[in-house]
């Protein structure tokens, strides 16, 4: 899974310092493979944050050790909120090799909506 995070940044030197931290915190938990932080190059104050997790399972459990939730939950809830933030992963590539990977979403992922656990009050079409 990939958390990407965009931000709009006013004091780039305090968020880079924020942001260490919170990668020093969520590379340290099993399941988190890498994480990065970049600065565009077109506008000065968006930064985005990107962190791969081995499974959605993984994320969850990286987010609930109370140093996580104190530090990188702050910091997370400042992200602009007008994209998603988790992506699943369709393809990948190493050294020219490109790897398809198989979704775990539900079939279901995107017919049912918030409050609707147990499918649509009323059918779609």
Known sequence: ML??????VSDPET????VEEALRLLTAQPGCRRG?????????DRWVLTV??????????AM????????VIPLLS???TDEPAMYEPTLTSVDGAVEKHTSVLA??????RLGEAAGP???RR
Do not use: K, M
Request: aromatic content about 12%; hydrophobic content about 35%; charged content about 35%.
């Open 15 to 18: 968020f880079t310092d924020r």
């Open 107 to 112: 079939e279901d992922a995107f017919t049912v």
């Open 78 to 80: 400042e992200a602009l």
């Open 121 to 123: 009050t009323t059918p």
């Open 36 to 44: 990065t932080l970049a600065r565009s190059t077109d506008e000065d």
């Open 64 to 71: 609930s050790p109370f140093p996580v939730r104190e530090h």
């Open 3 to 8: 958390l990407v995070c965009r931000f709009r």
């Open 52 to 61: 791969e997790f081995d499974s959605v399972v993984a994320y969850r459990r």
